[in-house]
């Protein structure tokens, strides 16, 4: 079967510039790559077709030949040409060829392109922070000691004794990686004499054996806003573990936690008291104090005949919102509490009181009754 134009397996016209073949090839060896295509069986002939298209129309020469003679500039093909030694899909120029895409191929798999990771970001640092509710409600400034690594002093952070400049490496020529070819692949591994960094230091620092940075205790001075709540996340930029080799340091995250209050249950801005009341209290009605949370007190009405559970609110004397937003809530919820440790003159006067009071207790009456109509219609 004839070959195909090599123009038209690379998708361009005859015209196209060397840039605009390159980048043709390299859609079309991702697009077509083998490893992409398990599902298609052509896609590896495929592969190799755009592969010695590319590898005529890359080289000027050889193109200058094939656009005037065609597949015969070749003696038929690429396997054994007498133009600059032409080398097919299995030939010793494959690499060379496929080298082209390597990077666009698997790029995001194997780390940086182009040079070498000379200098890195420090690691992004955690804080854990708990704070009480009154602090939540008032918002403080506080001073954290935050174990991390800091940026030698000894050397500049650059790792190289007295600060000098490291050297580029001679094994990977700056680049952090190597090649080597392996039958059809070509594969990328991290140099072994810099691990990844494109430099070497001749010349430790001996403060931080060409690090860049030591382990250090830092004091920070945090502003904690009024109304945080427990998972509020506060970045501090550039606070973090610092970088190595003189790379820009990380971020501080503080994560807050607001610890549980005694009197005070918390709903976002809302607050919650639970306020015990005298069985007398809740029957007869009357005021009673209540706490609230910037240290004052609340003066409540109780009305005669409360239940547990009742719920009374005090506008704004709740949480405020973080970061303005206004003031929640405070809700106060009744629960009615029965007198224990009676003496005989109190058990006395509740008997008669109990006696007294068949028509004080509507809910108990309505549940009795409903009990009643249950069981006989059971008998029925």
Avoid at 136 to 143: E, I
Avoid at 210 to 237: S, W
Avoid at 238 to 261: Q, S, W
Wanted: with cysteine; aromatic share 8%; glycine share 16%.
């Amino acid at each position: 079967m004839s070959k195909r134009d090599f123009y038209e397996v690379l998708g361009v016209a005859r015209g196209a510039s060397a840039d605009e073949i390159k980048k043709a090839y390299r859609a079309k060896a991702k697009e077509l790559h083998p490893d992409r295509n398990s599902d298609n069986p052509n896609a590896e002939a495929q592969f190799k077709e755009a592969n010695e298209a590319y590898e005529v129309l890359k080289d000027a020469e050889k193109k200058a030949a094939y656009d005037r003679f065609g597949h015969a500039a070749f003696d038929g093909g690429m396997g054994g040409g007498r133009r600059g030694g032409g080398a097919g899909f299995g030939g010793g120029d494959f690499s060379s060829a496929f080298s082209d895409v390597f990077d666009d191929l698997f790029g995001d798999f194997m780390g940086q392109r182009g040079g070498g990771r000379r200098a890195t970001r420090g690691a992004d640092l955690r804080y854990n922070l708990r704070v009480t509710m009154e602090d939540a409600y008032n918002g403080l400034q506080k001073t954290i000691n935050v174990p991390t690594a800091v940026a030698c002093s000894a050397c500049d952070g650059t790792g190289a004794e007295g600060g000098g400049e490291p050297a580029t490496c001679p094994t990977c020529s700056g680049m952090g990686k190597v090649r080597a070819q392996q039958g059809f692949f070509t594969v990328e591994r991290t140099c072994p004499t810099c691990s990844g960094m494109g430099q070497i230091i001749k010349n430790p620092c001996q403060s931080c054996g060409g690090q860049g940075r030591v382990e250090k205790d830092r004091a920070l001075n945090v502003n904690i806003p009024a109304g945080v709540e427990t998972g509020t996340r506060i970045r501090l930029a550039g606070e973090g573990e610092a970088g190595m080799r003189g790379g820009p340091p990380g971020d501080l995250y503080i994560f807050v936690e607001v610890v549980k209050h005694d009197l005070f249950e918390r709903d976002g801005v809302n607050l919650y008291c639970r306020v015990p009341v005298s069985m007398a209290k809740a029957a007869l009605g009357g005021a009673i104090e209540v706490p609230t949370i910037d240290g004052g007190r609340g003066r409540v009405q109780i009305p005669a005949g409360s239940q547990s559970g009742r719920q009374m609110r005090l506008r704004s004397k709740g949480m405020p919102a973080l970061r303005g937003g206004g003031v929640g809530d405070m809700f106060i919820e009744l629960a009615v509490e029965t007198p224990v440790n009676l003496t005989s003159r109190q058990k006395e006067l509740l008997r008669e009181f109990e006696d007294m009071s068949e028509d004080n207790n509507p809910e108990s009456n309505t549940f009795f009754s409903s009990v009643k109509s249950f069981w006989d219609s059971m008998k029925g």
